[in-house]
């Protein structure tokens, strides 16, 4: 029984067995069967672990002994918590605090939602609860649409009188509202394409050919401008509209030939057309110049025979007047007029019976006209000249 009072492990007498116990237990080596390698404690091994998790939190390293006497616990000092505290601040700050430039603006959400709109120069948004987007607003961005820049079919429309027209444009847009451009529109770049394609093809439909080949290009592109912006500012996407270049304005390359030669038919049928309007005018002005002589030479005709007829009808209510008053003296002037009137464009010789043949008809002097003998022989020797010429 005495070889077997050291215990399990094989010690000796039952005092020296109890003291090598403890002493194993405090020296952190087992005695093992045949005098082996010993197992470590597993106080020692917490030991350890408390002086390495020290060493790591800036602490100092224990000795031996247990782990109440040697080194305590792991402690940490108050520099490095201040050293904590100061690089946590400085990563919230670097977090929070930005900077805008003066062309662009900023969008902060807080918790996702959106708060308000940052201007240029620093700014303040406290990072986690408050975040933040920047965009550039005042860079003009383009949307190039036609043949050559995206697909063939971009640039070929349909207009009103079914001709197909090439039509190559470009779109200047920027951001008016950063806010509304992040939260309404997902793509801005394919939303502002596919609008201006869809508003310049209704323009398009709407127009005949040749207006869009030569004089209404300008006007075309003010009306695209217009409605790409009526509707985007309906999609409220915050998309301003600068300006809408209209590059070039052809029929397709396939038919272009027959296109040139149809437009200098139409221009040659313009010219003969004015011509006609020409000569058309001024035929016209010539009859209605020469009706209105016409109408004026007219006029003063009737004027004149009306006012011949007033005043003779006034004259003869005159002489009818004068008559009722003295009918002998009245009637015998008006005798001596008419015979006056109608004799005097007469050629003829009144002699009195009474004083000119006298009793014997001897009272007249036999006259020879002279003169007209005269005017009668001249007139008879230049036609016997002439005729001997």
Request: glycine residues 14%; charged residues 25%; proline residues 4%.
């Amino acid at each position: 029984m005495a070889g077997n009072s050291g215990g399990p492990w094989g010690g000796g007498g039952n005092s020296g067995g109890g003291d090598d116990n403890r002493g194993g237990k405090r020296g952190g080596r087992r005695p093992s069967e045949g005098g082996g390698p010993q197992i470590p404690e597993i106080d020692e091994l917490v030991r350890k672990g408390q002086d390495q998790l020290r060493v790591l939190m800036g602490g100092r390293g224990g000795g031996g002994g247990n782990g109440a006497g040697g080194g305590g616990g792991p402690a940490f000092g108050r520099g490095s918590i201040l050293l904590g505290v100061v690089i946590a601040l400085v990563a919230w700050a670097a977090a929070s605090f930005y900077t805008v430039k003066p062309e662009e603006q900023s969008v902060e959400l807080f918790l996702g939602s959106y708060s308000s709109t940052g201007q240029p120069g620093l700014n303040f948004a406290p990072w986690p609860v408050v975040t933040y987007d920047v965009v550039n607003v005042t860079s003009e961005r383009t949307e190039d649409i036609g043949m050559g820049r995206g697909a063939e079919s971009d640039g070929l429309m349909l207009t009103t009188d079914a001709n197909i027209v090439d039509i190559d444009f470009q779109v200047v847009w920027n951001i008016q509202d950063p806010a509304k451009l992040l939260f309404n529109i997902r793509d801005p770049q394919l939303t502002v394409r596919a609008v201006s394609e869809s508003a310049m093809r209704e323009i398009i439909a709407a127009s005949n050919l040749a207006p869009i080949l030569n004089r209404d290009r300008g006007i075309i592109a003010d009306t695209a401008r217009e409605n790409i912006q009526e509707t985007l500012d309906d999609y409220e996407s915050g998309i301003t509209i600068v300006r809408v270049n209209l590059d070039t304005a052809d029929p397709p390359g396939a038919v272009i030939d027959a296109f040139r030669e149809v437009q200098a038919a139409e221009q040659e049928r313009d010219r003969l057309q004015r011509q006609a309007d020409a000569y058309a005018n001024r035929v016209l002005a010539e009859a209605r110049g020469q009706a209105a002589q016409v109408i004026e030479v007219a006029e003063g005709y009737r004027a004149r025979v009306v006012n011949e007829a007033i005043g003779e009808a006034s004259r003869f209510i005159a002489v009818a007047q004068e008559f009722n008053t003295a009918p002998e003296v009245t009637q015998r002037r008006l005798y001596l007029e008419t015979v006056e009137r109608t004799l005097g464009q007469l050629d003829k010789i009144l002699i009195d019976e009474a004083t000119g043949a006298g009793e014997n008809g001897q009272g007249l002097v036999p006259y020879l006209p002279l003169n007209e003998l005269r005017r009668g022989g001249a007139a008879s020797s230049n036609t016997s000249n002439g005729g001997s010429n």
